[in-house]
């Protein structure tokens, strides 16, 4: 189970690419991510991202693992919380000057609980990051506009 979502961002792919993966930027793009900590010195597979994020009126804590970084081209993620594993990957392709991406969310649940609640966990999921992208496009054409011009 899981979803997927494509955006064109009209700005270089080095930008992108920089802002998607440099998570200093979470909390400014994405309204329900609270805190973010990068755990190692630098982005790379294996580096590990705490996160801070709220789910409804909770905050819940979660780290993510670096699964996939080839600069420019492929970013992905994976976290595994309470019987929930969640893989986002995403693909970026320069078009015109701008930048595409594709995103695949993949979701698995574990146990009976999470089985049962499956619809309603995939819902949470997608309402929480189903529109990630767009907020990544308007957080990126809102902050560099300066410098295309």
Excluded: C
């Amino acid at each position: 189970m899981g979803f997927k979502r494509d955006v064109h961002i009209k700005y270089p792919i080095d930008l992108v690419f920089r802002v998607l993966t440099t998570f200093e930027y979470a909390p400014k793009v994405l309204d329900h991510i609270q805190e973010v900590e990068v755990l190692d010195e630098e982005v790379k597979v294996g580096t590990h991202i705490k996160e801070v994020r709220l789910i409804g009126n909770q905050q819940v804590e979660n780290t993510l693992e670096v699964t996939e970084y080839e600069p420019y081209t492929k970013f992905a993620t994976y976290s595994k919380q309470n019987g929930l594993d969640l893989h986002y990957i995403y693909t970026l392709s320069e078009v015109d000057g701008g930048t595409d991406i594709h995103f695949e969310g993949n979701i698995k649940t574990k146990g009976l609980r999470n089985m049962l609640t499956k619809p309603v966990i995939n819902r949470i999921i997608k309402k929480e990051d189903g529109n990630h992208l767009y907020q990544l496009k308007q957080y990126v054409e809102m902050n560099y506009k300066e410098s295309q011009e």
